[in-house]
């Protein structure tokens, strides 16, 4: 059982920068993929960004040069750096966990409550 709490969401006028952070309890949580989903109004959920367990990184092409996800295992935290914000990325960013090898959101096993980020134009 893993259990994941984000932080860092808010308001940010286009061009900014926000960091996301997602704290993790529980066992063996580097052995995990943990990736950040957004869900903005009206649209389904979309993995924006995903480190699996040996490091592998996937981001989805609008934030790519962006976005960077990245993990301290020691801290059982993973962190989004999001740059160069605009009102697109208007969304609320779920952490997720899963022991599985995936970037399909459908696949996360565990998710924290969510934090808003709102760009404003």
């Known amino acids: 059982q893993v259990q994941l709490v984000e932080t860092g969401g808010g308001l940010v006028q286009a061009g900014g920068s926000l960091r996301l952070s997602c704290a993790a309890s529980?066992?063996?949580?580097?052995?995990?993929?943990v990736g950040w989903i957004r869900q903005a109004p009206g649209k389904e959920r979309e993995s924006v960004a995903v480190?699996?367990?040996?490091?592998?990184?996937y981001y989805t092409d609008s934030v790519k040069g962006r976005f960077t996800i990245s993990r301290d295992n020691a801290e059982n935290t993973v962190y989004l750096q999001m740059n160069n914000l605009n009102p697109e990325d208007t969304a609320v960013y779920y952490c997720?966990?899963?022991?599985?090898?995936?970037?399909?959101?459908?696949?996360?096993?565990?998710w924290g409550q969510g934090t808003q980020v709102t760009v404003s134009s």
């Open positions: 529980g066992r063996s949580f580097s052995s995990y993929t």
């Open positions: 997720a966990a899963t022991s599985r090898n995936t970037v399909s959101e459908r696949a996360f096993e565990y």
């Open positions: 480190i699996n367990y040996g490091g592998n990184i």
